[in-house]
């Protein structure tokens, strides 16, 4: 950042920033608790949250690294059902095997991540985008009848895995998406993230650069899997419930939907954009009948009047958001005039 | 300028350079497309601190040559030795750390990244730390990030762009760009240094000043550079070495004064005296 920008110093910035989110973790956890903030509501707010893990997953392998997978729902379904079936078959108490399986649902899909992108990250554009949407497809055809095949009970198919321990709740939900948000922001702002966003970038020069293509491809790949899998076991806590039927190819086009309108690359974007995706049909419910229109309309509307979406590319593809939020934040607590001469 | 030495490899490199391994010694490469030999027996040394000239007309292959040092074509015959090690398989980004950086003709930065982070990108191997402490902000990834920024600021005033270092590399004049991309593959602290048409698109003042500063480089870092150049001042003004390709083969090599009273090299630039007349 240039030298008349007023830096907070480093550990400061993050004190504030953990602050403030701690605030509004506890703060959110008392008002449900005190009953201000209706279950309905909390529902809504719980599915809030695994939406804004999706998108900011998504966002890795679409907005950072460039390009575009349709099989984001695959990883979302391994991880959900890697947990889910810790969770209901290990004898622990939720409250450990819960932590332990939101974990494994991240790392099982982190590996199916690995071993998906190794072959379909050789291709570009529209062939990935084929190829992870035959493997999105693989994955739910598998978990729906790789019961009767091999003959033991596992997925319980089309008939759904009932009974996992509901655990996810506002506060474990939204404290994995500040931690997911922490990880991806940490992860784009270092010389890691800088070698994924020059892939996206420019490839040949990245190479050019000394910068393994292949590796950080698969890295960024994996990231993406390993974060859409969290968000899958947090699915499966809160649905209790799980039918590869909810894991089709229209939910991966669900997230893609969120990731664009917020703006590819944009952290914050994602945020936002999960947000309204997740209000808007919640809001319209009174009219289910023209939800979907509505919906549809929002989208075009965005895509018409700003095509780079909500928050565009601007700097957001920097990964800088959120350091510009921490900049800002104090900035405009502490010293607004000040703050207001250094962006002017 | 030092005397350019003959070697008995049919090449030639500068008499200061003498007693070293030369950086780059190729023998007879050459690659196909097809049943086109675009380059054939190739053949060229060039000393350590050497500042050597590729040049030849329009589609002579001067940039297949570079595209096969970087092996983003692989050669289809030939020997190529980088500080005599046979450099045969290396895949690009392992032949820029073991000391091959180049610039491009049709410029290739990171257009929505920021400068500093361009120039950051070329310093991805110098300066390593783990994921892990990246994730986790470990006092690792402050200090070699720390290194890092006071690298590439340095990098970058060697052309007088450390005040542009929070601008889009994309908004930066063309002339700039040119001069970011030289810092980028600086960056990888390269014992090579290829430029393809470093002064494309620069007006005279700009191409006397880049040829101050590809001096200025050469000096510094103490690095070779081969250059693609179609400009030829500065060709003739500051290569010690020149080869000149056409149809992918070497048609001439020696000393700036060599090469301009080649008749061979005129007749490639300028075609055959009898049927210019005709």
Known sequence: MSQQYKKIPMPLRYLINALLFAAFLFGGTALIKGGAVSNYYTKVLMLLGINIILTVSLNISTGYLGQLPLGHAGFMAVGAYASAIFMTRVGLDASVAFPIGLLLGGVVAGLFGIMIGIPALRLKGDYLAIITL????????????IDSVLG????????????IPKTTTFFNTFLCVGIVCFLIHTMMKSRHGRAILSIRENEIAADACGIHVTYYKVLGFAASAFFAGVAGSL???????????????????????????????SMVGSVLAATVLTAVPEMLRAFSEYRMIVYSLLLIMVMIFKPSGL????????SHILEKIINWKPGRKKSAGKAGEENG | MDNLVPLPSLGMIPERDLGAIPILDIHHLGIDFGGLHAVDDFNLVIGRTEIAGLIGPNGAGKTTVFNLLTNVYTPTRGVILLDGMDIRGKSTHQLTKLGIARTFQNIRLFKDLSVEDNVKIGLHNAFTYSLFSALFRLPAYWTSERKAHETALELLSIFDMQNLADQPAGSLPYGAQRRLEIVRAL???????????PAAGMNPSETGELMENIRKIRNTFEIAIMLIEHDMNLVMGICEGIAVLNYGKIIAKGTPEQIKSDPVVIEAYLGRGKEASA
């Open chain 1, 134 to 145: 035959g493997f999105g497809e693989i994955i739910r055809v598998v978990l729906l009848n």
């Open chain 1, 152 to 163: 033991f009970k596992l997925t319980y198919g089309a008939a759904s895995l009932k009974s």
């Open chain 2, 187 to 197: 960056a990888t602290s390269p014992k090579l240094l290829l430029l393809d048409e």
């Open chain 1, 311 to 318: 928050m565009g590319m601007y700097d957001f593809s920097l």
């Open chain 1, 235 to 265: 699915y499966a806590g809160y649905l209790g419930i799980l039918n590869p039927s909810s894991f089709g190819f229209m939910k991966s086009i669900e997230i893609l939907v969120m990731v664009v309108l917020g703006g590819m690359g």
